[in-house]
C-alpha cells in the first residue's frame, strides 16, 4: 500500500501562471498592433496617429481612420507579421533613437506626451515580485514536508515509497522450478512463524539473506512468498528509490523503514536491487556520490544494531553480487546467500504450469514439449511467453490458446531476448555442451581437483554461458605443485574441448584463460614454483596509494627475469593445455558421449556424471 502524495503541487502553479500569460498576450495582441519603426514613421508623415505616449522604450499611440488600409498595403499580401485587423484601434512600436522625432510630430500636428515609467511599477516588477514568489514557494515546501512528518527535520519520514503488506498472498506454489531456493528459505519461515518457540529450541537464524540470481528468475516474488507462507508483513523499497535529491533522506529512510519493522514484528524487510545503493564505495569522483554512501552506511548500522529475537528478517536481491561493497556480505549482515538461478528443463515446464492455470488452455498443448523449446529463459520470459499466446488466440478469436499460439509466442519472445544476447543459438549451445563437458572431464580423471558437483549449460549471470561446478571436500589453505597443475589442466579443458571437436577454439574461453594464467603466474612469481626461475619470489605487495595503482607497479627485476617470467607461464600454460587435450583425446568417447545427454538434459550432477563416465 502507497501513501498518497500531497495533491497540490508547484507543476499546477507553474501551468496556471504560464497560461494566464498566454492568455493575457493573446487578448492584448488582439487589439495592439505592434508597428515596425519604419511604418510608424510613415503613419507620421501621412498623419495617420494621434495621441501618442512617448515612454523610454516605447511609443504608444492611437489610430486615425484609414491607417490599417494603410499598414496593410505597406506591408504587402505575403507579409511575415501579425495580421493586422480592423478592430485594432492602438499600437505601440519599440522606440529608437530619431532625434527628429518631437520636430516632425510638431510639424504635423500630432498631439503627444512623454511619460515617465512609473517608478513603483518597476521596482515591483523587477525585485519585489522573484522575492514574493521565492518567499511563496519556501512556504510551499515547508508546507509540503511538514504534512508528510513534522518540520523540516523530518524529511526522512516520508513514507511514499516503503510499501507495506499486510499479507502478499503470494506462496510457494506460485513460484515455480527454485526449489534449491525454497528448501534455503523454508527455516527462515519456520522461524517467522514462531520466533519465541525457534529460539528457545536454540535454532540460529541469519540476519540478513541475499537473493542473488540473473533477471526475472524470480527474486522479488521468492521474497513475498517468504512473507505469504510464513503470513506476516512485508516492507518493502527499492534500492533505486534511495537515490534521492536531499541529502540525508536517504539515510531517515533507512531508519524509519527499521522503526516502522520493529512495530510490526514479526516480518520482513525486503530491498529490492540492493546493487543501486550497496555498491562498493570508493574515492567518489562525484559529490553526489555521498548521499548514497551515507544511506548505505546507515543500513550497516541498522542491521548491526537490528536484534533478530524481534522476528525481523532482512532480505534483499540483486542480479550483480560482484558490484556489491563487501561491508554488506560481512557476517551479521547479509551473510547467507540464496542463489536463484534459471531453471532447468523441468522447472521451465513447471512455471509453465503455473503461468497457463490463468488461461483457457487447448488439450493439445504439451508443456514438456514448451520447455524444451525454451532453453535459457527466465520465470519472467516465460510468464511473457504465456501472455503473448493468449493475445495471440484473442486476436485470431479463438476461445482456447493452442500449440500453435505458444510456437509463435516463443518465437517472438526469442526474437526481443536475442536482441538483449541472452538467448543461444542451438549451435552455440551444441559448443558451450562441449566446452563444459571438457572440464567436467578432465576434473573427473585428475585427484588433485575437486569432485564435479554439477555440469550445466544454463546460462548464468551475464557474462556466463554454462558453468562446471566444482566443490571442495574440504577447507584448503594450501596447494601443492601437482594440485595447481591440475586445476590449470581443467581450467584449459573447456578449450581443449572445443579444439578437438570443433577443430578451433572461441572465445568462450577467456575467463578460463584469464584464470589459468593468473595461477601460473602466482606459481614463477610468488611461489617459486619454476625450476628454472628458482625459489625467488618476484611478486612484492607495494603500498598502493589509495588502492589506486598508478602507471603499473614498479618491477623489482631486470628486463632479462621478465622475459624468463614470460617464458615460463607460456610454458606451464601450454603443457597444461597438451595435457587436457591428451585426457579428452582418450576419453572422447565420453566426451561426445555425455555432451549429448548434457545437451538435452541441461544439467547433469556429479552422481550421474560418475556412472555415466564408467558406462563401457
Ligand atoms: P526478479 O525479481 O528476479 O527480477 P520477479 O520476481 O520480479 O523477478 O519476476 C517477474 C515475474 O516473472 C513474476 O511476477 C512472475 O510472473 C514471473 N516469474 C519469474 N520467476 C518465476 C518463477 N520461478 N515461477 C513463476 N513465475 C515466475
Ligand atoms: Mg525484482
Ligand atoms: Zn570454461
Redesign the pocket.
Known amino acids: 500500500m502507497m501513501e498518497k502524495k500531497v495533491g497540490f503541487s508547484l507543476g499546477y502553479f507553474l501551468i496556471a501562471f504560464l497560461a494566464l500569460l498566454i492568455i493575457q498576450n493573446y487578448f492584448l495582441s488582439r487589439t495592439v498592433a505592434q508597428l515596425s519603426y519604419s511604418e510608424f514613421k510613415v503613419l507620421v508623415k501621412e498623419r495617420l496617429i494621434n495621441d501618442l505616449e512617448i515612454r523610454q522604450d516605447t511609443i504608444e499611440g492611437k489610430f486615425v481612420k484609414g491607417a490599417i488600409e494603410r499598414i496593410t498595403a505597406l506591408r504587402g499580401a505575403d507579409s511575415k507579421e501579425k495580421r493586422i485587423t480592423p478592430e485594432m484601434t492602438t499600437f505601440y512600436v519599440v522606440r529608437m533613437e530619431d532625434g527628429d522625432l518631437v520636430r516632425e510630430l510638431t510639424a504635423e500636428g500630432i498631439r503627444f506626451n512623454a511619460l515617465q515609467e512609473a517608478t513603483w511599477l518597476r521596482a515591483l516588477l523587477s525585485w519585489v515580485v522573484p522575492v514574493v514568489l521565492f518567499v511563496g514557494l519556501w512556504f510551499f515546501l515547508m508546507k509540503r514536508m511538514g504534512a508528510a512528518g513534522g518540520g523540516l527535520m523530518a524529511v526522512g519520514k516520508s513514507k511514499a515509497k516503503i510499501y507495506v503488506e499486510g499479507e502478499t498472498k503470494v506462496t510457494f506454489d506460485?513460484?515455480?522450478?527454485?526449489e534449491e531456493a525454497e528448501d534455503e528459505l523454508k527455516e527462515v519461515i519456520e522461524f517467522l512463524r514462531n520466533p519465541q518457540k525457534f529460539q528457545s529450541l536454540g535454532g540460529k537464524i541469519p540476519k540478513g539473506i541475499l537473493?542473488v540470481?540473473?533477471?526475472?528468475?524470480?527474486?522479488?516474488?521468492?521474497?513475498?512468498a517468504v512473507a505469504g507462507e510464513a503470513k506476516v508483513a512485508f516492507l518493502s523499497i527499492s534500492g533505486s528509490d534511495f537515490v534521492e535529491m536531499f541529502v540525508g533522506v536517504g539515510a531517515a529512510r533507512v531508519r524509519d523503514l527499521f522503526a516502522q519493522a520493529e512495530k510490526m514484528a514479526p516480518c520482513i524487510i525486503f530491498i529490492?536491487e540492493i546493487d543501486a545503493l550497496g555498491r562498493a564505495r570508493g574515492i567518489s569522483p562525484v559529490a553526489g556520490m555521498d548521499e548514497k554512501e551515507q544511506t548505505l552506511t546507515q543500513l550497516l548500522t541498522e542491521m548491526d544494531g537490528f536484534d533478530t529475537k524481534k522476528g525481523v528478517i532482512i532480505m534483499a536481491?540483486t542480479?550483480r553480487p560482484e558490484i556489491l561493497d563487501p561491508a554488506l556480505l560481512r557476517p551479521g549482515r547479509f551473510d547467507r546467500h540464496v542463489v536463484?538461478d534459471r531453471?532447468d528443463l523441468k522447472?521451465r515446464e513447471?512455471?509453465f504450469r503455473?503461468?497457463a492455470k490463468k488461461v483457457k488452455i487447448s488439450d493439445d498443448v504439451d508443456m514438456k514439449v514448451l520447455a524444451s523449446m525454451t532453453p535459457g529463459m527466465?520465470?519472467?520470459?516465460?510468464?511473457?511467453v504465456v501472455n503473448e499466446a493468449a493475445l495471440l488466440a484473442v486476436r485470431k478469436s479463438k476461445n482456447d490458446v493452442a500449440m500453435k499460439e505458444f510456437e509463435e509466442a516463443i518465437e517472438r519472445v526469442v526474437a526481443g531476448l536475442e536482441k538483449r544476447t541472452r538467448v543461444i543459438s542451438p549451435k552455440e549451445r551444441e559448443r558451450v555442451a562441449f566446452h563444459e563437458m571438457g572440464h567436467a572431464i578432465v576434473a573427473s580423471m585428475l585427484s588433485g581437483t575437486d569432485p564435479v558437483r554439477r555440469v550445466s549449460i544454463i546460462p548464468r549471470g551475464i557474462a556466463a554461458l554454462g558453468y562446471t561446478l566444482q566443490l571442495p571436500t574440504e577447507d584448503r589453505f594450501l596447494l601443492t605443485r601437482s594440485e595447481m597443475l591440475d586445476r590449470m589442466t581443467v581450467l584449459l579443458g573447456g578449450k581443449a574441448a572445443e579444439e578437438l571437436v570443433f577443430g578451433e577454439a572461441s572465445t568462450g574461453a577467456k575467463n578460463d584463460l584469464e584464470r589459468a594464467t593468473d595461477m601460473a603466474t602466482a606459481m614463477v612469481k610468488s611461489y617459486g614454483m619454476s625450476e628454472r626461475l628458482g625459489p625467488v619470489s618476484y611478486d612484492r605487495a607495494r603500498p598502493r596509494f589509495l588502492d589506486v595503482q598508478l602507471g603499473g607497479q614498479p618491477k623489482e627485476y631486470s628486463e632479462y627475469t621478465a622475459k624468463e617470467i614470460d617464458d615460463e607461464v607460456h610454458g606451464i600454460l601450454r603443457a597444461a593445455l597438451q595435457r587436457s587435450s591428451g585426457i579428452l583425446g582418450a576419453h572422447k568417447e565420453q566426451l561426445e558421449r555425455i555432451s549429448r545427454i548434457l545437451l538435452e538434459r541441461e544439467v547433469i550432477d556429479g552422481d550421474e556424471l560418475k556412472s555415466l563416465l564408467d558406462r563401457p
Open positions: 506460485d513460484v515455480a522450478g527454485v537473493l540470481g540473473p533477471p526475472g528468475t524470480g527474486k522479488t516474488m521468492l521474497a513475498r529490492d536481491a542480479n536463484v531453471p522447472g513447471e512455471i503455473v503461468h527466465a520465470g519472467a520470459d516465460i510468464a511473457n
